[in-house]
């Protein structure tokens, strides 16, 4: 069975400050994905990014970077000099690769509150 | 916008009603997904159909039931509607049946029953 842990029910922190959001995951598969979904308070599930078990790189988009660690089967995100666009439930999701294997798996979610 | 369309955004109705949500995958996507989320679960994941035949089934009641049409979209049918499936629900499309596919949601049909 799949499961994602994301710790932090809640963050709050102000504008500019850098912010990372905690995810942990377990699986008995040794091939799959692992995603990054936004839900800002209109309510649409808005894809981040999607990593691939093999793929241990960080990856940086503008002021969003992931860390991903086999090791400690983690897959961080980071939000650097936060916004306040950037409020909204964050939303870490794993999907094995084995056979019959289709659907996501989602973490609690993270609420990331930015205060002007 | 994620290319994915759900109707209607909003609904209301009364407990034992049965109700029909619609969902137009993005242009291309053969495979769709139902998703539920609500406070106590979480986002869990219902049922998927690929080209019109169902690939796999989640935590879904028997009182829900769904199909894919020859267009691709996709209807999720709740019936005997009770107060505890007052939920969001949405739909994902994805490119094929691969699990590595990236799932796209739409923005959703926020369902009440009162």
């Known amino acids: 069975a799949q499961k994602v842990t994301q710790a932090q029910t809640e963050i709050s922190v102000v504008e500019k400050e850098d912010v990372t959001l905690d995810c942990v995951y377990e699986?008995?598969?040794?091939?799959?994905?692992l995603f990054w979904y936004k839900q800002p308070p209109s309510g649409e599930l808005v894809f981040l990014i999607r990593r691939n078990s093999f793929d241990e790189q960080n990856e940086i988009s503008g002021r969003y970077s992931w860390n991903f660690q086999k090791s400690t089967s983690s897959f961080n995100f980071t939000i650097t000099a936060s916004q306040v666009v950037d409020s909204a439930v964050y939303f870490c999701a794993l999907n094995p690769s084995g056979a019959g294997s289709y659907q996501l798996t989602f973490g609690k979610g993270t609420k990331l509150s930015v205060i002007p | 916008d994620s290319g994915v369309t759900q109707t209607p955004k909003h609904l209301i109705t009364a407990t034992g009603q049965r109700v029909t949500l619609r969902c137009s995958p993005r242009?291309?996507?053969?495979?769709v997904y139902w998703y539920q989320q609500s406070l106590d679960q979480g986002l869990q994941f219902l049922i998927q159909y690929y080209n019109g035949e169902e690939r796999a089934k989640g935590n879904i009641l028997e009182r829900f039931s769904a199909q894919q049409f020859p267009d691709l979209h996709s209807e999720l049918n709740l019936s005997s509607l009770e107060l505890g499936d007052s939920a969001l629900y949405f739909c994902?499309?994805?490119?094929?049946?691969?699990?590595?596919?990236?799932?796209?949601f739409g923005p959703g049909t926020r369902l009440t029953v009162l």
């Open positions: 994902a499309s994805s490119a094929s049946s691969a699990s590595t596919d990236t799932q796209y």
């Open positions: 699986t008995r598969d040794t091939t799959y994905y």
């Open positions: 242009s291309g996507d053969l495979s």
